[in-house]
């Protein structure tokens, strides 16, 4: 009798915290959720479920025991590591609310369009002629010619196209354009500090960076030409589930492409001095503009010798 008593209480308990919630507050933190979700809550595949119409007592309970490590999955630990109580009733009460997959499919039957539409081609990567063409208005905020046109000023240490020839700066090239935009963002409002960005991207307007990701996400990044290593190989691929570790590819995927939709940007063909300094910078808490904290979660547990081994592994992906 005890027992149903309590369970009835937790029950309660998250009713309450479910009812207290903002969805509209849910919505915005959902963002990183879409690329595997669904940007309405319906997944494009299978491996990932659907959170669309979901209870969201039942979604709350998941996050919880994701965070705690009583429900273990690679790539929803680090989601919800740093997730607050408050950020999982929000994000539980904008996907309960949204219409579930049968009734979005019904919906999109009945007016004759449908939810996963997408242009008939995609624009070939560094044309700037047919990237700028209308296709790209659903994929990009921004105008590539524009961008190319405001570039001139990024040259010197990112590249003409995007690829650095400088270590210490990063490649351009083929980066998600919403991961760009953001990291301009950051470094104009304070968020993500460097003493050379903060200058660059002060008198920046929203367009101007829109314009420039757009450019560069369309550009062709070029390979890895690292050694591999070992220890590295073993951290990207499995983590390190004694120290709480997420496997890299969880978020950067198998070639280290990121997942664009999902803010995670692609870290192939990086400088390992580069790679060394962001995770050092997220270990410290010297940068600290990663989505709810995943990055600085992970860093923190890393030795100097298992950041040089991840960056030097990551500098061989193709």
């Known amino acids: 009798m005890k027992k149903i008593i309590f369970s009835l209480f937790i029950a309660l308990g998250s009713v309450s915290a479910a009812q207290a919630a903002d969805a509209d507050a849910g919505k915005e933190k959902a963002a990183a959720c879409s690329a595997c979700h669904g940007p309405t809550g319906v997944s494009a595949s299978p491996m990932f479920p659907n959170l669309a119409g979901q209870n969201d007592a039942y979604v709350i309970k998941q996050l919880k025991d994701f965070k705690s490590g009583a429900r273990s999955d690679a790539m929803m630990a680090p989601m919800a590591a740093n997730l607050s109580e408050e950020d999982m009733a929000d994000l539980a009460a904008y996907f309960a609310s949204l219409p579930n997959a049968i009734e979005q499919a019904a919906a999109s039957a009945s007016s004759g369009t449908s939810s996963d539409s997408a242009p008939a081609s995609a624009p070939a990567a560094g044309n700037v002629e047919i990237i700028s063409s209308t296709p790209a208005a ?130 192939s063909g990086q400088s390992k001095d580069y ?39 990551i500098t061989s992906l193709k």
């Open 138 to 267: 659903a994929l990009y905020a921004g105008d590539v010619a524009a961008g190319k046109a405001k570039s001139a000023t990024c040259a010197t240490c990112h590249g003409a196209d995007g690829n650095s020839l400088v270590a210490m700066y990063p490649s351009l090239a083929g980066q998600s354009a919403n991961y760009i935009a953001k990291q301009l963002a950051d470094f104009k409002s304070g968020n993500r500090k460097d003493p050379v960005m903060a200058g660059m991207a002060a008198a920046l307007s929203q367009e101007d960076m829109n314009d420039l990701a757009a450019f560069f996400a369309v550009q062709t990044a070029k390979a890895g030409t690292g050694e591999t290593n070992e220890a590295g190989h073993k951290l990207y691929f499995g983590g390190d589930a004694e120290k709480g570790v997420s496997a890299c590819v969880a978020c950067h995927g198998v070639g280290g492409k990121g997942m664009k939709q999902a803010g995670f940007p692609s870290v």
């Open 275 to 313: 790679l060394v300094k962001q995770l050092a910078s997220f270990r410290d808490g010297s940068r600290a503009n990663d989505n709810s904290g995943i990055m600085r979660n992970i860093a923190i547990k890393l030795s100097d010798a298992e950041i040089e081994a991840v960056a030097q592994y």
